[in-house]
């Protein structure tokens, strides 16, 4: 089945820096590559998606790029402010049915 | 986005009894529900896919015994955890796919 590898687990940036969160995946078949932002204590909210037709897709602050021969995908986030603090996790389908296997987070802290 | 609604958002109970969580989405029909767990700090790990009309599907290591669902309708998923343990406490988490996976709250299960 697939795995996904998210990485790092931790990443601490200064207001204003940008933050890169790196995931592997091992099915090569999977076509959908979700991310999810969570809040401490609250369900995981989908900031972004890519699909295999794309390399690269940017909704203001946040862009996801694709590398599907190296089956990775990133989540970048630019100008970052405190309130991007949160746990980040990628995703990738599990099956047919739409479940989704979830890379382990990342701990996002930004310092003002 | 979709709405997926789930109750209750907080429960307590005590070691023995039986809690039923509720998933509902709101604006849209689901065939398909799933129910994730998630320990503090960690991730979010699929404990089984709800299929209206028809049996769960459980993950690997997953009690059907222990965590009996219920998909009686298009619109609602239900778990029921049965004979609660400490070690049950968790963060308990629903979805469904609308093009995308939507969550609902989640429940925090505590059982004493």
């Known amino acids: 089945g697939e795995n996904v590898e998210q990485h790092p687990s931790t990443l601490s940036v200064q207001e204003g820096d940008s933050a890169v969160i790196k995931c592997t995946y091992s099915?090569?078949?999977?076509?959908?590559f979700p991310w999810y932002k969570q809040e401490l204590g609250k369900r995981p909210q989908l900031i972004i998606d890519?699909?295999?037709?794309?390399g690269e897709k940017k909704d203001q602050r946040i862009a996801v790029t694709l590398n599907k021969t190296a089956k990775h995908f990133s989540l970048h986030i630019t100008e970052t402010q405190p309130e991007d603090s949160a746990v980040y996790f990628c995703?990738?389908?599990?099956?047919?049915?739409?479940?989704?296997?979830f890379g382990k987070g990342t701990k996002l802290s930004v310092k003002p | 986005g979709a709405v997926v609604s789930q109750h209750p958002s907080r429960v307590i109970c005590k070691s023995g009894t039986s809690v039923k969580i509720e998933c509902r989405s709101l604006?849209?029909?689901?065939?398909?529900m799933f129910w994730y767990r998630q320990f503090p700090k960690q991730s979010l790990m699929l404990m089984a896919t709800?299929?209206?009309?028809?049996?769960?599907?459980?993950e690997q290591g997953v009690e059907k015994d222990k965590f009996l669902i219920n998909h009686a309708s298009l619109t609602l998923s239900t778990l029921t955890v049965t004979s609660a343990h400490p070690e049950d406490s968790s963060f308990y988490i629903c979805?469904?796919?609308?093009?995308?996976?939507?969550f609902g709250q989640g429940t925090r299960l505590t059982v004493v």
């Open positions: 995703a990738s389908p599990g099956g047919s049915q739409g479940n989704l296997i």
């Open positions: 099915d090569s078949a999977s076509n959908y």
């Open positions: 709800s299929n209206e009309g028809s049996k769960a599907t459980y």
């Open positions: 979805s469904a796919v609308r093009l995308s996976a939507f």
């Open positions: 604006d849209f029909q689901a065939t398909t």
């Open positions: 890519i699909r295999s037709n794309v």
